[in-house]
């Protein structure tokens, strides 16, 4: 199993940067599909950028230009930068992989944007 610890959320005003980090416990050149995932109060928990299968990222259209996804192999660690932050944008952040076929979530981390 793979253990995804995820750090950096916290409080920022509108238009302020965050850089959100997901620890794995496992190489995560072994994992597949990570990614970051939110959810707001009330609402579905969404996608919010992940990488293929083929090593391309993905991101929602809500956050592309905003937030560039990236991994440190050498860490085992996956990250979030978010740029240009929107009250929209605040919610619980969460990492998610794939591993030996398994899906794991992290504990999540709280965003709020606000002034």
């Known amino acids: 199993q793979v253990q995804l610890v995820e750090s950096g959320g916290g409080l920022v005003q509108p238009g302020g940067s965050l850089r959100l980090s997901c620890a794995a416990s496992a190489s995560i050149d072994s994992i597949n599909a990570m990614g970051w995932y939110r959810q707001a109060p009330g609402k579905q928990r969404e996608l919010v950028a992940s990488f293929t299968s083929g090593g391309s990222t993905n991101y929602a259209d809500s956050v592309k230009g905003r937030f560039t996804i990236s991994r440190d192999s050498a860490k085992n660690t996956m990250y979030l930068q978010m740029n240009s932050l929107k009250p929209e944008d605040t919610a619980v952040y969460y990492c998610?992989?794939?591993?030996?076929?398994?899906?794991?979530w992290g504990q999540g981390t709280q965003v709020t944007v606000a002034s």
């Open positions: 998610r992989a794939v591993y030996v076929s398994r899906l794991y």
